[in-house]
């Protein structure tokens, strides 16, 4: 009898959870932007929304989403027209998210 070989599903693929989580930064930030919001709230809530991505990818995915977020955040919900900046404000939020992305993102299952 044949052994029946089972397909995972696309979202269990890390490169499209990294592509969905992207995408909701990007919402996110659009958000804030289109209803005025800037500043502390407009980086709450883009960190928030990276914070809950963290979960669903592995620790290096969870870093390329913490250097996204802290991007858009500072680019859009701090500065205007996506103009980052590297002040003392901008590196310490940068701090925060990567060390929330370190302490919050998946371990990558170990080898067989």
Do not use: H
Not at 89 to 104: E, Q
């Amino acid at each position: 009898m044949a052994q029946q070989v089972t397909e995972p599903s696309m979202l269990e693929q890390e490169g499209v959870r990294l592509g969905i989580g992207g995408g909701l930064l990007l919402a996110a930030t659009a958000t804030c932007v289109a209803t005025g919001i800037t500043g502390a709230g407009a980086t709450a809530a883009v960190f928030a929304v990276a914070t809950l991505l963290f979960r669903v990818v592995r620790k290096y995915g969870a870093l390329l989403l913490a250097v996204t977020g802290w991007a858009l955040a500072t680019g859009f919900g701090v500065n205007e027209l996506g103009q980052l900046t590297f002040r003392g404000p901008d590196l310490v939020r940068l701090l925060v998210i990567v060390a929330g992305a370190i302490a919050l993102g998946r371990r990558a299952p170990a080898a067989p």
